[in-house]
């Protein structure tokens, strides 16, 4: 079934109609599709619910390629990478593979279902020594508060679940932890959680990979620029676009296309003007 649909969309891609298929071919998959199923991520495995979980069936890699690629690139032997809303695990298992040698993943997920579902891609793997998972959200307090709940992700707000709620600034007291990398999947609560981490961005100066969602506070870029840190466009093939704050907000609000023919939020990569 993953191959006949692989397949359809492929054949689609190249007419030029996947944008036209798309709408209706999500709906029919979610039908045909099992509940539970697995797929690899390097030389991990990984159990999805393809259901939910299109992108993550399909192909990560045709929705998100320049962060794989430019993830791929920066995170390295020994590092230790924050994966700030992880979802399954997509992200913390290919950082998992490239810290090898010393390093950490520390993975954060408030959605309880999907935090059920990381700790067994953890378990799965065998990496429960080397990656770290925290049923927590980050934010710029600790306490508790209501998590709205999404399809891969969510948001604080009045619904469904209470949640624990942490900074980053006190997580990373707690593990005595030295981060390298962050990426942050927050549903338009970045500049909170970023607020709460700022003993680490002053005194560590971690690189960032932000997805940057359209309900953003675009404040966080001036509090990023205020701590010396250059902020850039990440392009599909995982290169840095330098266009200035502006036009990156502006691209941000826009969004992007996907070569399904959706539109994705844009992400931004973040480094200290002085780091080497």
């Known amino acids: 079934m993953k191959v006949l649909l692989r397949g359809i969309i492929k054949a689609l891609g190249k ?3 996947i944008h036209i298929f798309f709408p209706v071919g999500t709906k029919i998959a979610k039908v045909l599709l099992p509940k539970e199923g ?6 991990y495995k990984m159990l999805i619910e393809p259901r939910k979980d299109l992108g993550l069936y399909f192909g990560y890699e045709g929705v998100e390629p320049g962060v794989i690629s430019l993830l791929q690139k920066l995170v390295k032997a020994g590092d230790v990478f924050i994966d700030v809303g992880a979802y399954k695990g997509y992200y913390s298992l290919m950082a998992s593979e490239l810290v090898e040698g010393g390093g950490k993943v520390i993975a954060f997920e408030p959605e309880q279902r999907a935090f059920q579902v990381l700790v067994k891609n953890i378990e799965l793997n065998e990496l429960s020594n080397n990656i770290i998972a925290m049923n927590v959200a980050l934010s710029d307090f600790d306490g508790e508060s209501y998590f709205v709940e999404s399809s891969m992700g969510g948001h604080f707000g009045s619904g469904s679940q209470t ?10 007291n707690q593990l005595n932890a030295t981060p390298s ?10 500049f909170s959680v970023l607020k709460g981490g700022l003993n680490v961005l002053t005194h560590y100066h971690p690189k960032l990979l932000i997805e940057v969602h359209t309900t953003a506070d675009f404040k966080l870029f001036d509090f990023l620029i205020s ?3 250059n902020i850039s466009l990440v392009d599909d093939e995982g290169e840095l676009l330098f266009l200035g704050v502006e036009e990156i907000k502006r691209k941000c609000i826009e969004r992007r296309s996907t070569k399904y023919g959706t539109r994705m939020n844009q992400h931004v990569y973040c480094e200290k003007c002085d780091a080497k």
């Open 163 to 172: 949640v624990k709620v942490r900074t980053i600034d006190s997580v990373v």
């Open 15 to 17: 007419a030029g109609l």
């Open 227 to 229: 701590l010396g840190y």
């Open 181 to 190: 990398m962050a990426k942050l999947d927050v549903e338009g609560a970045e």
């Open 38 to 43: 697995m797929i690899s991520v390097g030389k």
